[in-house]
């Protein structure tokens, strides 16, 4: 960016909250700065009221937040900063611009911890970091949804905050208009040492632009890590289940495995090899899952005798954009499988409805769930 936003140092966001009331919350994270963490969950899972708690608009019951070594909340200490007072730049859903004031006037609104004489300047300076100058004067009703996005943006980081805190940033705006948008903030993060945090209810979204996802559901926390952890190593089957995972299903331990490097269970009356996990016995119920990207297809059905490969049947194929959903039955137990495949892969091994083809499922993959989740 032209404009030096790499003003604070040490801005890491700690936030732990705990209440039942009005609205449960039970939270417990961190973030760094220049990290974007996106807060993924359903519609009234309590995404944005945390984002609330986080600005200083919402008082929580007990609790700690903390940015950059300053205390923004403390319950016990009686501590609870304005949001005024915590710096946060602050993006709401539809963005909160002042539909009276012009596109200009709405950054100037974010400008009163400059002298008076320099605000215009600085303010002009951000229109031009966003390529808006041409609608300086400009009201919002007169801005296309992008447009206003991008003024709502630059008012928020105009304040210099200590934490930027974006709530569904790209819902109001069109696909075309998000892609570009995707593309400005994953630019604008990596220039930015303050910590990101971002709610989201499109998990895809979350996968693009996130170094953290938080997962919420009924005002609970129920995992936050690296995308990839969340996707391979989800804590419980809703976590699973959330990260879009589909390939979940029931199985029962085999052998006692001390003595070897796998794990081995019945899957309705197939060998499943999975990586050894200590905590299993023989004959124990558990849950496990293989990842959307753990399956792999193969023309050669000779080899259905190798470990974690299965006989397929292709039961249907389904078009989204430049990929292909697709269901399998496993033969050997009428198992479905989910999986999706670039539209040019699904060509080369000429996949259609009821054609057999070799499933391998990779064993590094497959994760089996903890008894206590």
């Known amino acids: 960016m032209s404009i030096n936003t790499n003003i604070h140092t040490n801005r890491a966001l700690y936030c732990q909250i705990e209440q039942s009331l009005p609205i449960p919350l039970k939270v417990d994270f961190s973030c760094e700065a220049g990290k974007l963490l996106a807060i993924v969950g359903p519609s009234g899972g309590g995404k944005s009221t945390l984002l609330r708690v986080l600005a200083g608009l919402s008082l ?20 609870h ?8 730049g602050y993006v709401p ?20 911890h400059i002298p008076k004489v320099a605000r215009k300047h600085r303010a002009m300076q951000w229109l031009a970091e966003m390529n808006l100058t041409h609608v300086a004067h400009r009201r919002p009703s007169a801005l296309s949804g992008g447009q206003q996005q991008r003024i709502a943006l630059a008012r928020a980081l105009a304040r210099e905050p200590t934490l930027l805190l974006l709530d569904e940033p790209f819902s109001a705006v069109d696909w075309k208009t ?25 998990l895809k979204e979350a996968l693009l632009l996130a170094d953290n996802i938080l997962l919420m559901d009924d005002g609970y926390m129920l ?21 879009g995972q589909k390939n979940v299903f029931d199985g029962v331990v085999t052998t006692d495995t001390i003595s070897t490097d ?6 309705q009356g197939v060998k499943v090899n999975a990586a050894y996990q200590a905590s299993l ?42 990929m292909i959903r697709i269901i399998l039955s496993v033969n050997a137990n009428a198992q479905r499988l989910h999986l999706e495949l670039p539209v040019q892969v699904v060509k080369q091994l000429g996949l259609m409805q009821g054609k057999e083809s070799l499933a391998m499922l990779n064993l590094s993959c497959i994760h089996i769930f903890s008894s206590s989740n």
């Open 60 to 79: 929580p019951r007990t609790g700690h937040i903390e940015c950059g070594g300053r205390c923004l909340f403390d319950a016990k200490g009686h501590i």
């Open 262 to 267: 796998v794990s081995c269970l019945y899957w």
């Open 93 to 112: 859903q539809h963005f909160g611009l002042f539909p009276h004031l012009t596109a200009l006037e709405n950054i100037l609104a974010g400008l009163d």
């Open 223 to 243: 995992q936050h890590g690296s995308p990839q952890a969340l996707l391979s190593r989800p804590t419980s089957e809703i976590v699973a289940k959330q990260m």
């Open 81 to 88: 900063m304005s949001p005024a007072e915590r710096h946060v």
């Open 281 to 322: 016995v023989q004959g124990q119920d558990v849950r496990w899952m293989v990842s959307n990207s753990g399956i792999e297809l193969y023309d050669d059905l000779s080899l259905a005798k190798e470990p974690n490969c299965f006989v397929v049947t292709v039961v249907s194929l389904l078009a989204i954009g430049d």
């Open 178 to 202: 998000r892609e570009f948008l995707y593309e400005s903030l994953f630019d604008l993060k990596s220039s930015l040492n303050i910590p990101v945090i971002m709610v989201t209810h499109d």
